[in-house]
C-alpha cells in the first residue's frame, strides 16, 4: 500500500489506540470515540465504500456504535442508582 499516506491523512490504528489508552492520553469518552471512527473513514477512503475491506470496516463500526451505546446506558443507568443512594 504505497500510496496509503496520499490518500489517508490523518492515520490511526488498534495498536495506537491501546497505546493511548495505556498512557492515559485520553481526557475523554469523545477523544476515543472520534480515534476509533477515524480508523473507519480511513478504511472508507483508502479502499472506497464497495471494497471488502470497507464491508468488515461497517460491520465492525456498528458492532462498535451499539456496545459503544450500550456502554453509556449502563453508565447513566448506574450514575442514576448512586446518585439515589
Known amino acids: 500500500m504505497p500510496d496509503y499516506f496520499e490518500k489517508v491523512k490523518k492515520p490511526m490504528d488498534l495498536g495506537t489506540i491501546k497505546r493511548k489508552m495505556d498512557a492515559g492520553d485520553y481526557n475523554t469518552a469523545e ?22 475491506m470497507s464491508a468488515a470496516a461497517e460491520r465492525f463500526q456498528k458492532s462498535f456504535e451499539e456496545k459503544y451505546a450500550e456502554m453509556f446506558k449502563w453508565i447513566s443507568k448506574n450514575a442514576d442508582s448512586t446518585d439515589a443512594a
Open 31 to 52: 477523544e476515543f470515540e472520534a480515534d476509533v471512527k477515524q480508523i473507519f473513514e480511513n478504511c472508507y477512503a483508502y479502499w472506497g465504500r464497495t471494497h471488502e
